[in-house]
């Protein structure tokens, strides 16, 4: 078991993502399984890389690829069972659209939604980790701000989620605009990002063999979407 969940926490998760399109599990992850996360994260810190843009899109982080426990936790019965749970569909992790992002003072992710669609249908968002002053500003980075389907001028929020290690998000970041604001100073945070798209049916089988031929995407290509 990875995550423990009672049918009030599923119920009130489907209820949230219902209403806003995003929902929170707090402290759902096993101990022993987050212990596990957290010290693959420290160990992949030196790989990260910074990624920012200061176009349309602003947003700054570091970024590297999944290890394998990630890869295992996002990929797992559990996850997938609860995303076909709360959205009646099946998902698979596109896990070249998916990633370990580490958030530091003046880090953030501006308003946006996943993309490509296809591939992030749906979002999971795991807080490995999350450090700041006891008493958090109301400016604080350390939270997940959700939108509505259209980006209003006056950026009304809907519904804002707090970030606090093992805490998981989930949502749907391709269809529901949303933010991480800057962070500021002492704050801390390093996070997984799932981007899921619809699994395939079986009746989709015989068409996919009928299909042209996929071409691979070429040299350059990202291999690691930003943190949602």
């Not at 982080?61 to 569909?89: K, R, V």
Request: net charge negative.
């Amino acid at each position: 078991m990875l995550i423990d969940l009672t049918h009030n926490d599923v119920e009130k998760l489907c209820l949230s993502v219902r209403s806003f399109g995003f929902g929170l599990l707090p402290g759902a992850i096993v101990p022993s399984v987050l212990r596990g996360l957290q010290h693959e994260a420290d160990e992949r810190v030196g790989a990260a890389k910074l990624a920012q843009t200061s176009a349309d899109f602003k947003y700054r982080a570091n970024i590297t690829s999944l290890g394998p426990q990630a890869s295992d936790f996002l990929h797992s019965q559990q996850l997938t069972g609860l995303l076909a749970t709360i959205f009646g569909e099946r998902f698979v992790l596109t896990e070249n659209r998916s990633c370990l992002t580490f958030y530091r003072e003046g880090d953030h992710l501006g308003p946006h939604l996943d993309m490509p669609a296809e591939e992030c249908v749906v979002t999971i968002i795991v807080c490995i980790a999350a450090t700041g002053p006891a008493q958090r500003s109301p400016q604080t980075g350390l939270e997940l701000r959700v939108y509505g389907q259209e980006m209003t001028s006056n950026r009304e929020t809907r519904l804002t989620i707090p970030t606090h290690t093992g805490a998981i998000v989930v949502g749907r970041g391709s269809k529901f605009w949303h933010e991480r604001p800057m962070l500021r100073k002492g704050e801390q945070a390093t996070a997984l990002t799932g981007c899921y798209g619809l699994a395939a049916r079986p009746d989709d089988t015989a068409s996919d063999r009928n299909a042209s031929p996929r071409v691979p995407d070429g040299p350059g290509a990202s291999s690691a979407s930003e943190e949602r």
